[in-house]
């Protein structure tokens, strides 16, 4: 396992959302998009599958992952891949739970704010209406990639 500084932790940990790459039953990547509910520096990713569409049955069948996020303000981004398992909701630790939805209130929280001052986004609130979580994916890193392009990293 990979561990993770704390500008990466960071960097992710300060993501609305994530992409995540699975291989699906023709071989071909699967993209979802995906919440973070914890990372660590000993190279640990707890993600929620709310939606259990493809992602779920593509890990069940290979575990090989990798989680990107950009920020295309900064021009710099990161993929983490590894290995990832399913914890089921008996075996969700309670301060994962909490960490969930400590995220998901932070989260409608900014979006009210935004809304109040007048700027445009959904006015349904999605993370509302969000399902009950059913399972985590638990990640361990194997390999970090610095998407930043090498040049931008020399100035």
């Known amino acids: 396992m990979k561990k993770l ?50 992602t779920r049955s593509n890990l069940e069948r290979d575990p090989h992952i990798s989680i990107t996020a950009i920020d295309e303000h900064k021009f710099v981004g990161y993929s983490l891949k590894g290995k990832a398992r399913i914890v089921t909701q008996g075996e969700i630790r309670a301060h994962l739970a909490k960490a969930w939805e400590e995220r998901i209130t932070s989260r409608l929280t900014s979006r009210l704010l935004r809304n109040i001052r007048g700027e445009k986004g959904h006015a349904r609130h999605p993370e509302a209406l969000l399902p009950e979580p059913q399972y985590l994916i638990s990640i361990d890193v194997d390999e970090i990639v610095d998407l930043t392009p090498h040049r931008l990293k020399e100035e």
């Not at 932790?9 to 995540?20: A, H, P």
């Open 5 to 54: 500084n704390d500008e990466i932790v960071n960097f992710f940990y300060n993501q609305g959302c994530v992409i995540v790459s699975t291989i699906d039953e023709n071989g071909y990547p699967s993209n979802a998009c995906k919440g973070i509910v914890e990372i660590d520096n000993n190279g640990h990713v707890y993600l929620l599958d709310l939606y259990q569409a493809k």
